[in-house]
């Protein structure tokens, strides 16, 4: 199984400040690799798909990068809304075995 | 407007069953693979299984294959969970979500709200 390892653990930052995510896969998936966002008592929402593809309505702020085993989710400059628990998550071979990383927590410095 | 949304969760004991549904609206439920996830209390997002658009494959998790059985009713658009032999790391909540990838599982959007499964005694 794939293991994604996510860095940091948390992230306290600024409205306005960068926020630089990382993600790093076992073994190689390719450009497999998708982000969510998840807000305190909501459902999880995809941000970046094939690691640098943004989904629909997501701001440009966001930005995915990497391939292979090391990916980064940035936003540039962080909103107020942006404050949140990220998510990576790669599908692995097939059959399929889906695996999220443990998340980033972006908290209010 | 795409929607999914899950009912029947609840609290269940330890050995108990439970069937959670997924109902869709507002795409081609056939066309779509599905997938269910689950995350426990404060704890990250675990993948639970997925279901190609047609039903006929399913894949799971390794903690719920043999306990677990994902199926859907297409005249109904929706997706089921049934949970059997429940243990108490199963507790959290349920999300349902459309694979958005053309059934490779690579990314999903959109998530349902999500139902919440207790298992107590």
């Known amino acids: 199984e794939i293991v994604l390892t996510q860095s940091p653990a948390t992230l306290s930052l600024s409205p306005g400040d960068r926020a630089t995510l990382s993600c790093r896969a076992s073994q190689s998936v390719s450009s497999y690799l998708a982000w969510y966002q998840q807000k305190p008592g909501q459902s999880p929402r995809l941000l970046i798909y094939?690691?640098?593809n943004r989904a629909t309505g997501v701001p440009a702020r966001f930005r995915g990068s990497g391939s292979g085993t090391d990916f980064t989710l940035t936003i540039s400059s962080l909103e107020p809304e942006d404050f949140a628990v990220y998510y990576c998550q790669q599908r692995g071979n097939w059959p399929p075995r889906v695996t999220f990383g443990p998340g980033t927590k972006v908290d209010i410095k | 407007e795409v929607q999914l949304l899950e009912s029947g969760g609840g609290l269940v004991q330890p050995g108990g069953s439970l069937r959670l549904s997924c109902a869709a609206s507002?795409?081609?439920?056939?066309?779509?693979?599905m997938t269910w996830v689950r995350q426990a209390p404060g704890k990250g997002l675990e993948w639970v299984s997925g279901n190609s658009g047609n039903g006929a494959d399913t894949y799971y998790a390794d903690s719920v294959k043999g306990r677990f059985t994902v199926s859907r009713d297409r005249s109904k658009n929706t997706l089921y969970l049934q949970m059997n032999s429940l243990r108490g790391e199963d507790t959290a909540v349920y999300y349902c979500?459309?694979?958005?990838?053309?059934?490779?599982?690579?990314?999903?959007?959109?998530w349902g709200q999500g139902t919440l499964v207790t298992v107590s005694s």
């Open positions: 507002g795409f081609i439920f056939s066309n779509y693979a």
């Open positions: 979500a459309r694979d958005d990838s053309s059934g490779w599982f690579r990314w999903f959007d959109p």
């Open positions: 094939d690691a640098v």
